[in-house]
Nanobody
Framework: QVQLVESGGGLGQAGGSLRLSCAAS????????MAWYRQGPGKQRELVAR???????NYAASVKGRFTISRDSAKNTVYLQMTSLKAEDTAVYYC???????????WGQGTQVTVSS
């Protein structure tokens, strides 16, 4: 059984930084896409950033240049380094992994990020 466990959320200040981590445990194919989504108050869940097994990266326009996604495939872990935080970054952040060959889709439980202005 695959589990994704996020950590690193909490309270940050506007202009500051936070780093999120997500570790996948269980049997998971290495050919996968790892991503971070977020859902702000009263908003729909949106893609923040994703990284494939070749480290190709995509970012939402709202975070490009401020957030950096990275992965350690040996540890089945994905990171999100968030800098220049803004109040509008306040959301629950979810880790997501999709296996490319099987299309199996896994979600973490979410971690709250609150940015104070």
């Amino acid at each position: 059984q695959v589990q994704l466990v996020e950590s690193g959320g909490g309270l940050g200040q506007a202009g500051g930084s936070l780093r999120l981590s997500c570790a996948a445990s269980g049997s998971i194919f290495s050919d996968n896409v790892m991503a971070w989504y977020r859902q702000g108050p009263g908003k729909q869940r949106e893609l923040v950033a994703r990284i494939d097994d070749r480290s190709n990266k995509n970012y939402a326009a709202s975070v490009k240049g401020r957030f950096t996604i990275s992965r350690d495939s040996a540890k089945n872990t994905v990171y999100l380094q968030m800098t220049s935080l803004k109040a509008e970054d306040t959301a629950v952040y979810y880790c997501n992994v999709v296996e490319i060959k099987t299309a199996r889709n896994y979600w973490g439980q979410g971690t709250q990020v609150t940015v104070s202005s």
